[in-house]
């Protein structure tokens, strides 16, 4: 099993940063991808950002260039740094961690982030 702990959600004005972090513990995959889906009122959830083995990337159009998705040498932890914050920014935002060789999907319990004009 895979627990994920989520951190780093709160208040920011729009123009400033929050950095989400998330842990895997337990037995964590060697392929896998990690990332984070959002979750606002009035809009659908979508993937924020996410991460493979490899390091490849991929980003929602409307965060390209301004978060950043990367993980630390072990592998355990991803990191989303959220620049030049919105409004429309504003959700719950949930960590997410694909195991590709079981296609287990595993969810953190989320964290809110609010975003002010």
């Known amino acids: 099993q895979v627990q994920l702990a989520e951190s780093g959600g709160g208040l920011a004005q729009a123009g400033g940063s929050l950095r989400l972090s998330c842990v895997a513990s337990?037995?964590?995959?060697?392929?896998?991808?990690m990332g984070w889906y959002r979750q606002a009122p009035g809009k659908q959830r979508e993937l924020v950002a996410k991460i493979v083995s490899g390091g490849i990337t991929n980003y929602a159009d409307s965060v390209r260039g301004r978060f950043t998705i990367s993980r630390d040498r072990a592998g355990n932890t991803v990191l989303l740094q959220m620049n030049s914050l919105r409004p429309e920014d504003t959700g719950v935002y949930f960590c997410n961690l694909d195991d590709r060789w079981t296609h287990m999907d595993y969810w953190g319990q989320g964290t809110q982030v609010t975003v002010s004009s």
């Open positions: 337990g037995r964590i995959p060697s392929m896998l991808g």
